[in-house]
């Protein structure tokens, strides 16, 4: 199986993220605008753009009030958004091996 650095990249933009959203509210903004930036400035670099749009708009919406239940819908977004440039998982799993089958042993 050949390795697909896009798959990394998206892997590392949902761990981002997941984990900004896992927190909740918990994260100071200061910190939570420089992890968007992180996020947005990846998403750009890897032509990610529809991740890249939403982080630049989530950057705005907290310069303005950094309300939590309008940054978690940008990241739930973000996420839409991760899943859709994944492949499908037929394209990235091994096929399954066949089931076995059973035989009666006669004595």
Do not use: C, W
């Not at 933009?13 to 903004?29: C, F, K, S």
């Not at 819908?73 to 089931?99: G, K, T």
């Amino acid at each position: 199986m050949r390795h697909d650095p896009k798959l990394a990249i998206l892997a590392d933009l949902l761990r981002r993220v997941d984990g900004l959203a896992a927190q909740r509210g918990h994260v100071p903004v200061p910190r939570l605008h420089d992890e968007v930036d992180q996020i947005r400035h990846i998403a750009r670099a890897f032509r990610v753009d529809s991740v890249g749009d939403l982080a630049a708009t989530l950057q705005s919406v907290l310069s303005l009030d950094g309300l939590d239940s309008v940054v978690l819908s940008y990241l739930d977004r973000m996420r839409d958004a991760i899943a859709d440039e994944l492949p499908p998982l037929d394209n990235i799993l091994p096929p399954a091996a066949a089931p076995a089958t059973v035989h009666r042993l006669h004595a």
